[in-house]
């Protein structure tokens, strides 16, 4: 089995709490992105002079620092936004230890993996918010501040499925996301 | 591990540390800030914004525990415009199908329903969940009500009035409907001290 790409999947967790609205999705993805980039970044220099376990201590320490940045810069911006996404940040150290367990050059594994969760994380959002309750950018104002008090779009038409807008939704959501990949893109390999 | 990566591990650890901590103190102030306004927001949506020009939470009037069924101690808040008072924010607590729904109710100087809303409840998803203003407009149909109004108004159609209750959740209507007509009930009856000696 291909373990070099089954880290990404202690990301899930944060990824299915925090796709419940676009606006959530938007600014956890930003701080993902930005926390894995980053450790990456910081990880490269420090690779040479550590063993392989203290690497792993070293991105863990790294993570959670960024992480406690990101939490506390969001909760300067916009305390709802905040208070959505605060229990799910901190898991995302998880597969910033995996940068270091997963061997070749961190900045580009953390850019990978970065991009690979942020647009995952905007794809869900989309589609739960608009299948799920059938608005999009509800609440824009946590997010973009009191001009984008009336961006709120309803999708009229559309029947609402509430059971998107739950974590198990959004997990079923995954599963035939992932499903509709293989189907159509079948030279994708197998990965976890 | 050689004594390398322990020392280059324990200057991360306080470099991290320091980092961490110099964040807090700077940033201490404006979260508060923010977590204010968070709050007042949460309460005072109720309230549409050219009713009041005031700072309605900084002064609460505390009500005590049992006090309109609230079984912990709560606090009114008195909204008003130019200093003339214009509204009235009263918790009140009620015993739903499920647990304990508590409501905040914005009342008029002259005893009229401006608006309620829904702060917390236990009801049953899809049932009487519907009495919060997000899900149904339900609740809107108390707004502009008051307690002199016909009698009729206020029963439920199952006791021949006029309020359409929530289908599958008698009980919570219920609940919620005597909710209401207490804290009007509190009003008319604390007017003054609610109104801070202010006499229409």
Sequence with gaps: ?192 | MNRASILLLGGLAALAVSLLSALHAFTAQPIEAQRQAAAERVLLDLLPPALYDNQPLANPLPLAAGLLENPRPASSYLATLGGRPSAVLLPVSAEGYSGRISLLVAISPDGRLISSKVLQHRETAGLGELIERRRSPWLSGFDGMALADDPARWALRDEGGAVDQISGATVTSRAVRDALQRSLRYFDSHRAQLLGGYVP
């Design chain 1, 1 to 192: 089995m291909n373990l070099r790409h089954s880290w990404l999947l202690l990301a899930l967790p944060s990824l299915l709490g925090c796709s419940g609205l676009l606006v959530v999705a938007l600014s956890f993805a930003a701080a993902t992105f930005s926390c894995l980039l980053l450790c990456g970044l910081a990880l490269m220099p420090l690779r040479r002079h550590l063993t392989p376990t203290a690497q792993v201590i070293a991105s863990l320490l790294i993570a959670a620092t960024l992480l406690s940045c990101a939490s506390v810069l969001l909760q300067m911006h916009s305390h709802e936004l905040y208070r959505s996404v605060a229990l799910f940040l901190p898991l995302l150290a998880a597969p910033c230890a995996g940068l270091a367990l997963g061997g070749g050059s961190t900045v580009w594994g953390g850019l990978r993996a970065g991009l690979g969760i942020a647009s995952l994380a905007i794809v869900l959002g989309i589609l739960r918010e608009a299948l799920g309750q059938a608005t999009l950018l509800q609440h824009a104002n946590w997010l973009f501040g009191d001009q984008a008090h009336d961006w709120p779009i309803t999708l009229t038409g559309l029947p609402a499925m509430p059971l998107l807008a739950t974590v198990s939704g959004g997990f079923i959501l995954l599963g035939v996301l992932l499903a509709l990949v293989r189907y159509f893109l079948p030279a994708i390999q197998e990965r976890p």
